[in-house]
């Protein structure tokens, strides 16, 4: 439950949708969880080509939208001996309207119809869609016919939205935890913007309380259908009527003053009209007493039903608006003695420049890159379910394809196709544009990580390896020096093919050297353990901390050609060591260093395996080529044939089907719109100049100077992200004044649904992949998820495999000096470092053998820990008064030894004249220790005390046998 005096994410009411029908209308009837509160929309089905939809803005309760229901159906029965449709019919249930699209005949409305849990973020839940399903709007009478109409559709069909497309009613999908938990400024207690009040919606809460049908109890699978699951709330009420008990009134419905509207069409929940209802300032100030629940505007670049909620986003309420993402979520439990962990992937595709492999490459004149994938790296302590008290952290890479206008010509039919640089940039005007995008949103420092060839034969990958780092050092000229963008260069595909050398070590150096500059995401304050013995490997975080959170500043941002093999195995490696980190962070574990062959790094691998294959799926058109066991060198020898089948299969998939895919996505994403006497999507030779509309309008106009490619307001507000800097002052936002128990931000209703009738093997946390349950071994001793399950394997060393002998020097004494393989013969003895760019300083503590790998030079302050690692005190000079105390102790003792010695010469002398000057202090020392003088009387009692012991109790000596005597006499007498 979320506690009172915060901000919170405001969570949608309307989450089940019935569809009825008439012949002149449709009527989409919306309710909240509990089925107490309903909305209605009107689309009118008597218009051929436009979208008419109404939202009357009220809310009603079930006896309300019952009764409503029952006239609409009354009114639209036929009359006596009159043919037609019969009255109002229920069409189709669903979960959420994905949007309207219309191509060249009336619009369609896609709805959710099954919906699946994959992921909990804290309290809140994400969904997969499972299926959907068309709805055509327009009336058969009134309906426009055209013979292209059906290619469309099946065009847009092809887009499957059951495949990888997510939404949530309550979290923002779109947004990375880090913004998402960041305050929203609200100025003087009112909206984000008061200069920009039309632009908010402000509720205020009355004193009106809603109605809990308990009959309204459903059982959820883990595959929710909306025909099963959503009532029909037009049952008649013969039979008996069911009693209603009413909820605690702090959940009381408020009247809804809308600035967006038409201000005569606000409502009051009861149906009754507002007339000339204005935003009173004072109703909507924020108080002590009240709860704030925040919607911030979806940030669009990852919505991919934008073009299909344009229509309808500022004309109905904003509950019905459902924002998807496309890409990859997926989760799981690390089960760490009975305490869930829940490690949580999300992967967020871009909907600028979208494409498949060859034919979207480079960048568009907007600055969207192809194949952008945003990945975020969540863990959090799943022991609580409350969102402001859970421990989060999470980590936010990038990908993206090379920011310069390049392609690859796919006419020959070659496995490779030529690299062509197809424009000249010499101002880096397209660069510029990404990344300031990537400023905007992610703050500094930016680290690209280039993964392409460097040296080949013949020239491919390296021509635009160094136009982008001749592009990098120009636009770092106008930037900050603090600021500057950092470039990495590593020949990745050239490393693996070396012999004695390992990819993942060398990747395990780059992710410690990012994660020091970027650091991530932790909600809550540094523990005080970790800041009275702090770890080396955490020191020099560059990170922005506060008293309650600390905050990512800057990104990875890696690439290579395609983005998909090699970058996936790039970004497993920061993950890692990001992972590592998290979790020390957390409390879990002690030291922030993973074992490869743990269940913590394979339930990693697994997921990242996964998001691997499905984002070569929607780009390329296979799985993963080369998986991550295979730069391990761990893949089974079957994996050479599966290899050969996958690219194989990326290669059918480019030469014959990327063309249909690709004029599906541009039609589904609104970047193509047919209009009747223009060309079809099909007819066009080329989709260029949809995705570069600037050439369209003739010279370029700017408004910055070519020095200048950062926006000022970005800049201003580095290292931090101007997007979080921002929060609420810019875009549409909503702003709800409530109570704490509203189930519109109370988190309980959401989390637990105790409207319900569940099972535990219902349940996603139950369903929810376990480290102990699916990954550790069955004959396991230890049950932690942190320890190897087998010997430690090469990653955990600088070679493939691990050295038998190593000297002081970390050198096998057996090695070679012969310098072997690359993908041109031999290298050099004068390469110092596989790894280039800005890193290369960081990596000068290595020891490069002679078979060009690299070991780390050991020594004492390695093998040890310092006093401060493992007391947390540091050896230290002592200051000058204890300086001075050791004197005068040190003296004391010279004095005392200087004594004894003149007084055993003097008695050596024998003169009885001599005075001797004696101390009090013991000439005893360390050495030799002189035995005490025992008196006659002392040594008797002992050796009674000894005797007794061994032969008992003897005769009593005289004085014994007086004093019994006499006690005898006193006591008797």
């Not at 395996?609 to 080529?625: F, N, R």
């Not at 875009?731 to 189930?743: F, N, P, R």
């Not at 005769?955 to 046998?961: E, M, Q, V």
């Amino acid at each position: 439950m979320e506690t009172p005096n915060v901000q919170c994410s405001l969570i949608s009411c309307t989450q089940k949708i019935v569809i009825y029908e008439t012949k002149a209308r449709y009527f989409i009837v919306g309710s909240n969880n509990t089925e107490t509160k309903f909305r209605v929309l009107k689309i009118d089905r008597m218009e051929a080509r436009e979208l008419v939809i109404i939202d009357d803005k009220v809310e009603y309760s079930r006896k309300e939208i019952r009764e409503l229901l029952m006239r609409i159906d009354v009114g639209n029965r036929p009359r006596l001996l009159q043919k037609g449709p019969v009255g109002l019919k229920r069409t189709v249930s669903a979960f959420g309207i994905v949007g309207f699209v219309r191509f060249l005949e009336g619009y369609y409305m896609v709805l959710i119809t099954k919906r699946r849990r994959v992921a909990l973020i804290g309290p809140h839940t994400i969904y997969k869609i499972e299926d959907t399903s068309l709805v055509y709007i327009p009336n058969d009478m009134v309906r426009y016919s055209h013979p292209d109409e059906q290619r469309y559709l099946k065009m847009f069909q092809n887009v499957d939205l059951s495949s990888n497309f997510y939404f949530s009613y309550s979290y923002d999908v779109t947004r990375t935890l880090q913004y998402n938990l960041m305050p929203c400024k609200l100025s003087n207690g009112l909206c984000p913007n008061e200069a920009k009040a039309s632009e908010a919606e402000f509720w205020r809460t009355e004193g009106v309380q809603d109605e809990f049908i308990h009959d309204s109890i459903h059982s959820e699978a883990d595959i929710e259908d909306a025909s099963c699951a959503i009532q029909n709330p037009l049952e008649s009420e013969e039979g008996g009527v069911h009693a209603e008990p009413k909820l605690p009134s702090s959940s009381s419905s408020p009247n809804l003053v809308n600035g967006i509207g038409d201000k005569n069409d606000c409502k009051a929940t009861n149906g009754q009209n507002l007339p000339n209802a204005e935003p009173n300032v004072s109703d909507t100030k924020i108080t002590e007493a009240d709860v704030c629940g925040i919607r911030i505007e979806p940030y669009w670049k990852f919505v991919w039903n934008e073009n299909m909620l344009k229509k309808v986003y500022n004309e109905i309420q904003s509950d019905w608006i459902l924002v998807i993402v496309h890409g990859f979520i997926g989760q799981s439990n690390i089960n760490v003695f009975g305490r869930s962990i829940y490690l949580t992937l999300i992967a967020r595709r871009s909907n600028l420049f979208a494409g498949t492999r060859f034919l979207k490459r480079g960048a568009n004149t907007k600055g969207g890159v192809a194949n952008e994938v945003e990945t975020e790296q969540i863990v959090h302590d799943a022991s609580l379910s409350s969102f402001g008290k859970i421990r989060f952290t999470s980590f936010v890479q990038l990908r993206g394809s090379i920011p310069l206008h390049w392609s690859q010509d796919v006419n020959k039919m070659v496995p490779k196709p030529p690299i062509a640089l197809d424009q000249s940039d010499p101002y880096g005007f397209v660069a510029g544009q990404h990344l300031n995008q990537v400023l905007r949103r992610y703050g500094t420092p930016i680290i690209i990580l280039d993964l392409v060839k460097k040296r080949e034969k013949k020239r491919h990958e390296s021509i635009i390896s160094e136009e982008l780092v001749n592009v990098v050092h120009y636009l770092n000229q106008f930037l900050p020096v603090e600021h500057n963008i950092k470039y990495i260069g590593f020949d990745m595909a050239r490393v693996n093919k070396t012999k004695n050398t390992n990819v993942l070590f060398r990747l395990a150096e780059i992710a410690e050297y990012c994660l020091r500059r970027t650091s991530f995401f932790q909600s809550h304050p540094t523990f005080f353990c970790r800041e009275l013995r702090p770890n080396s490997k955490c020191r020099g975080l560059l990170a922005s901390s506060s008293e309650t959170f600390k905050r990512q500043c800057g990104v990875v941002r890696t690439n290579c050609v395609d983005c998909l093999d090699r970058t996936n195995t790039a970004q497993f490696a920061i993950g890692k060591a990001a992972l590592a980190m998290q979790l020390h962070a957390l409390g879990i574990i002690d030291c922030p260093v993973l074992d490869f062959d743990s269940d913590c790094v394979r339930m990693l691998e697994d997921l990242y395996e996964d998001q691997g294959d499905t984002l070569a799926l929607q780009y390329g058109g296979s799985h993963l080529v080369h998986r991550i066991k295979s730069y391990r060198k761990v893949a089974p020898r079957t994996s050479s044939a599966r290899d050969i089948m996958q690219t194989l299969s990326r290669y059918y998939s480019n030469a014959f089907s990327d063309s249909d895919k690709q004029q599906a996505i541009n039609l589904f994403l609104g970047i193509f719109e047919p209009y009747e006497g223009s060309l079809n999507i099909w007819e066009l030779s080329t989709d260029f100049y949809l995705h570069n509309d600037i050439t369209l309008k003739g010279p370029r106009t700017r408004t910055r100077r070519y020095t200048q490619w950062w926006e000022l307001p970005v800049v201003r507000s580095l290292p931090f992200a101007y997007e979080e800097e921002s929060k609420g002052l810019e875009g549409h936002t909503i702003v709800l004044k409530t109570t704490a128990h509203d189930e519109r931000v109370d988190a309980f209703w959401e989390y637990y649904k105790p409207y319900e009738l569940t099972t535990l093997d219902e349940q996603y946390c139950f369903n929810m992949p376990n480290s102990i349950r699916d990954f550790m071994p069955k004959s396991a001793s230890n049950f932690s998820p942190f320890s190897p399950r087998v010997g430690r394997r090469k990653e955990e060393y600088g070679t493939s495999v691990p050295e038998a002998n190593p000297n002081v020097s970390g050198k096998d004494s057996t090695s070679s000096t012969t310098s072997t393989g690359s993908e041109e013969g031999t290298t050099s003895d004068s390469d110092k470092t596989d790894i280039e760019g800005d890193i290369r300083s960081a990596v000068e503590n290595t020891a490069v053998t002679g078979d060009g790998s690299r070991h780390e030079l050991f020594s004492l302050k390695k093998l040890f820990a310092t006093m401060k690692e493992t007391y947390g005190v540091e050896i230290k000079n002592p200051n000058e008064g204890s300086m001075h105390l050791y004197r005068n102790f040190a003296s004391i003792g010279e004095l005392a030894a200087q004594a004894s010695v003149t007084e055993a010469k003097a008695s050596d002398i024998g003169s009885s004249n001599l005075i001797i000057t004696r101390v009090v202090t013991s000439a005893d020392s360390s050495r030799a220790v002189q035995p005490p003088t025992v008196s006659r009387a002392a040594v008797d009692i002992y050796q009674q005390y000894v005797s007794r012991g061994k032969l008992g109790a003897g005769p009593p000596t005289k004085s014994d046998l007086s004093a019994y005597q006499r006690y005898v006499a006193s006591a008797y007498q």
